[in-house]
Antibody, heavy 120, light 112 residues
Framework: EVQLVESGGGLVQPGRSLRLSCAASGFPFDDYAMHWVRQAPGKGLEWVSGISWNSIIVGYADSVKGRFTISRDSAKKSLYLQMNSLKNEDTALYYC?????????????WGQGTPVTVSS | QSALTQPASVSGSPGQSITISCTGTSSDIGTYNDVSWFQQHPGNVPKLIIYDVSDRPSGVSSRFSGSKSANTAYLTISGLQAEDEADYYCSIYTSRNTLFYVFGSGTKVTVL
């Protein structure tokens, strides 16, 4: 069974940093693209960042480009999101999601999310 | 990266068919077939129900179907059921040298 468990969220002041983690199990982590998607309270889905199975193809939403960095560790079967210079508008539930296969970025499994609150 | 445009709400009676539109541009939906649709019930995680414009993942009801014309993608729900009441999001991605991914604005489906 595919499992994605996010961690690392919490309350942080504007301008500070936070690192999210996503522990993957139940599938060959090295063979799948991965994403971070967020959802602010009462709002829609917003794609944050994604990374290909081999880390060659990476992308970021304009709203986080230059502040967030996505990475993956095959040995630990984990996905990470380093978030710097956080802003109030980064407050959201952050989901980790896996792509359908090595060549498809469609997110077919999602974790339960980890909440991030940016506030002074 | 501009969000794809969806109607804020669509409603229908049980048994009816409804269609949700997802409008992009000639640079995204008009060119690429990497369109997907997600269903999200309140308090739940999103669920992939359509990918590559019209394909359904295993286990997804055949009442859900997808299509595309020019710069607009469509999700049709046939035989509307109470359990279909949820938020629906379209999305598209391109992955040449850099990954671009965008969701639609979301549509609330109400079963009358």
């Amino acid at each position: 069974e595919v499992q994605l468990v996010e961690s690392g969220g919490g309350l942080v002041q504007p301008g500070r940093s936070l690192r999210l983690s996503c522990a993957a199990s139940g599938f060959p982590f090295d063979d799948y693209a991965m994403h971070w998607v967020r959802q602010a309270p009462g709002k829609g889905l917003e794609w944050v960042s994604g990374i290909s199975w081999n880390s060659i193809i990476v992308g970021y939403a304009d709203s986080v480009k230059g502040r967030f960095t996505i990475s993956r560790d095959s040995a630990k079967k984990s996905l990470y999101l380093q978030m710097n210079s956080l802003k109030n508008e980064d407050t959201a539930l952050y989901y980790c999601a896996k792509g359908m296969n090595r060549w498809s970025f469609h997110p077919d499994h999602w974790g339960q999310g980890t909440p991030v609150t940016v506030s002074s | 990266q501009s969000a794809l445009t969806q109607p804020a709400s669509v409603s229908g009676s049980p048994g009816q068919s409804i269609t949700i539109s997802c409008t992009g541009t000639s640079s995204d939906i008009g060119t690429y077939n990497d369109v997907s649709w997600f269903q999200q019930h309140p308090g739940n995680v999103p669920k992939l129900i359509i990918y590559d414009v019209s394909d359904r993942p295993s286990g997804v009801s055949s009442r859900f179907s997808g299509s595309k014309s020019a710069n607009t993608a469509y999700l049709t729900i046939s035989g509307l059921q109470a359990e279909d009441e949820a938020d629906y999001y379209c999305s598209i991605y391109t992955s040449r040298n850099t990954l671009f991914y965008v969701f639609g604005s979301g549509t609330k489906v109400t079963v009358l």
